[in-house]
């Protein structure tokens, strides 16, 4: 009988582990199910956005009427590149930038080509003095202003480490990448709100990032954390304002052809500044390569994919990633260094 009453015992034990073990199967698969079809949607749109949807349309910021955009950096490179751009687009234009020389060529060019309203404010955004910002609360009120694209930034001259890195740089990169960034948003983001309010039009705020933002950057460690914060810095400006008719985004890039990158050739990774401003304004609120991201834009297609490759497989913040990084910017640093040392023997 005792016999008999083990066996049963031993049974029911087996039952039990059995049907927790196909519990178990079951949550597996469930997981697995789940995690594929987010996957495969993802996917979908990523190349959706990328390839098979229509540009944004404009006329819900006001384009054609009157409205204006603020563009900060806006005498070289991808800034000049948005003013042509948003110009095209028929908005009026509020640059913002050193050299007063180069602005007032692209303000006789663009008023010329695009019969566009161009006013032009010359400051050195690297000088954190309220004089910058009183001129540009002076230029900007009044201004039916939509659209603020915070373009202005600074990277090192050269890849460094953190503990080489001169006082004067450190302070510029965070001063005109975060504190000028900051500051001006919080003097246009009212007229922003207040004219989306009355004009019953949405309102964009457009900050460029980085890549150097998205993944740790050894040897740029401090434009790599200026970057970085814009990142966090956007994401919850965007969850403050949704809910006043004020998209905001940040745009991720890699390399793009510019003085900053000292870059000049465009490849299949690196475009010139046309191609990649182009990319953004057409994808303004779609995600491109930044899929998981909120309020992040990764627009021109080799740098999305890019992107959407990282972030599927080892992911940004790994230490693969980390030390591919720190190689490629230690060869990056070696060479100009040795550039800057034949250089100086035939001075």
């Keep these: 009988m005792t016999l008999i009453v083990n066996l049963v015992e031993q049974l029911q034990a087996v039952g039990r582990r059995s049907e ?17 079809t987010t996957f495969i949607l993802r996917t ?43 110009a095209r687009r028929h908005f009026n234009l509020v640059l913002i930038s ?36 009183t001129a540009i609360r002076e230029v900007c009120e009044g201004l039916p202003i939509t659209v603020l694209i915070n373009n202005v930034g600074q990277s090192h001259s050269i890849p460094v480490p953190f503990l080489a890195t001169e006082e004067k740089e450190l302070r510029d990169i965070i001063t005109i990448n975060n504190t000028a ?5 919080q003097l246009i983001t009212p007229i922003i709100v207040s004219t989306a309010a009355s004009s019953k039009c949405r309102g964009l705020i457009l900050t460029m990032g980085s890549f150097a933002g998205l993944i740790p950057t050894p040897l740029l ?9 814009l990142q966090g810095w956007s994401n919850a400006l965007a969850g403050e304002l949704r809910d006043k008719n004020v998209d905001v985004e940040l745009a991720l890039s890699y390399l ?7 870059i000049r050739r465009a490849s299949l990774m690196i475009p010139n500044a046309k ?14 390569g930044a899929q998981e991201r909120f309020s992040t834009i990764t627009p021109y297609w080799s740098h999305a994919l890019y992107h959407f490759i ?16 720190y190689t490629m910017h230690k060869s990056i640093r070696v060479r100009a260094l040795r550039k800057a040392e034949r250089e100086a023997k035939k001075d």
């Design 181 to 185: 960034t900051l500051l001006i948003s």
């Design 20 to 36: 927790l073990f196909n519990i178990s199967l079951w949550c597996i698969f469930g997981f697995g199910v789940l995690k594929a």
């Design 310 to 325: 990282i972030e599927e497989t080892v992911g940004v913040y790994s230490k693969l990633v980390n030390s591919i990084n």
């Design 256 to 262: 793009v052809t510019s003085s900053m990158s000292k």
């Design 98 to 133: 050193r050299t007063l020389s180069k602005l007032e060529t692209i303000q006789k060019e663009l008023q010329g080509k695009f019969g566009v309203e161009v006013k032009i404010l010359s400051v050195d955004i690297s000088r954190d003095v309220p004089e910058n910002y």
């Design 221 to 229: 460690a401090t434009y790599s954390g200026s970057k970085s914060f």
């Design 44 to 86: 979908l749109s990523l190349i959706f956005d990328l390839f098979l949807l229509p540009s944004v349309n404009y006329s819900k910021y006001g384009a054609g009427k009157g409205k204006y955009c603020v563009i900060t950096g806006a005498s070289d490179g991808i800034g000049k590149e948005f003013a042509f751009q948003m």
């Design 275 to 288: 191609n990649f401003v182009s990319s953004t304004l057409k994808n303004v609120g779609r995600r491109c």
